[in-house]
């Protein structure tokens, strides 16, 4: 059964510093997205992305975060400059055309030091 | 008022017994609700997918949607071990297609043999 990959599965950065998180949807979905959990919070909402562009974004997704689709098949998340408090979990997801299905990657732990 | 309220438990039960999950939120405009099952550090699992009210029966498992009172459960029967983990109710309005998913802060389920 297809999958949503991501890697790395963890990361450890020092603040300030940058950091690209990837992930690989199933490979017919259209929709693709970004949430994270910080330990012991709800699944929060970042941001979709359909057709090469934001379709949607949450208050959290401001100017330090930007996503791309470099290619077929990677959909990427990048933190311009880490702060402590973006320590968390950020899961992947992606859905189908015509459905609000969405399927979640086993997800990258961010750790800033 | 949260968006979505969710009981966080921790719920015990034995094994065989019958477990009720819920949750209740306030946006009138959620169309497509969803459980997932997570376990420890790692990414939601989609459990089952119902649009607008009504029952959806899945082998052990029963989602039940109440509109009218902004009410959504999930039932288990026959519960097992391995059915301990935290279950996460979400919601989306879907008024476009990949509509963001609002979810709840999840339910520990500890299933005893």
């Known amino acids: 059964e297809p999958e949503v990959t991501q890697t790395p599965s963890h990361q450890v950065t020092q603040m300030g510093q940058e950091v690209i998180l990837r992930c690989v949807p199933i490979?017919?979905?259209?929709?693709f997205y970004w949430y994270r959990q910080i330990l012991g919070q709800k699944v929060e909402f970042l941001v979709s992305?359909?057709?090469?562009?934001?379709?949607?974004k949450s208050e959290i997704f401001d100017d330090q975060f930007s996503v791309e689709r470099p290619d077929g098949s990677n959909f990427t998340l990048k933190i311009r400059s880490t702060k402590l408090e973006d320590s968390a979990m950020y899961f992947c997801?992606?859905?189908?055309?015509?459905?609000?299905?969405?399927?979640f990657g086993p997800g990258t732990r961010l750790t800033v030091l | 008022q949260k968006e979505v309220e969710q009981d966080p438990g921790p719920l015990s039960v034995p094994e065989g017994a019958i477990v009720s999950l819920n949750c209740t939120y306030s946006?009138?405009?959620?169309?497509?609700f969803m459980w997932y099952r997570q376990y420890s550090r790692k990414g939601p699992e989609l459990l089952m997918y119902t649009y607008s009210s009504g029952n959806k029966e899945d082998g052990r498992f029963t989602a039940q949607v109440d509109k009218s009172s902004k009410y959504i459960s999930l039932f288990i029967r026959d519960s097992q071990p391995s059915d301990s983990a935290t279950y996460l109710c979400?919601?989306?309005?879907?008024?476009?297609?990949?509509?963001?998913?609002?979810f709840g802060e999840g339910t520990q389920l500890t299933v005893n043999p």
């Open positions: 992305f359909y057709n090469n562009e934001i379709s949607e």
């Open positions: 997801a992606s859905s189908p055309p015509n459905t609000d299905t969405q399927y």
């Open positions: 946006n009138s405009a959620f169309q497509y």
């Open positions: 490979s017919n979905h259209l929709y």
């Open positions: 979400a919601m989306s309005t879907g008024e476009t297609s990949g509509s963001r998913l609002t």
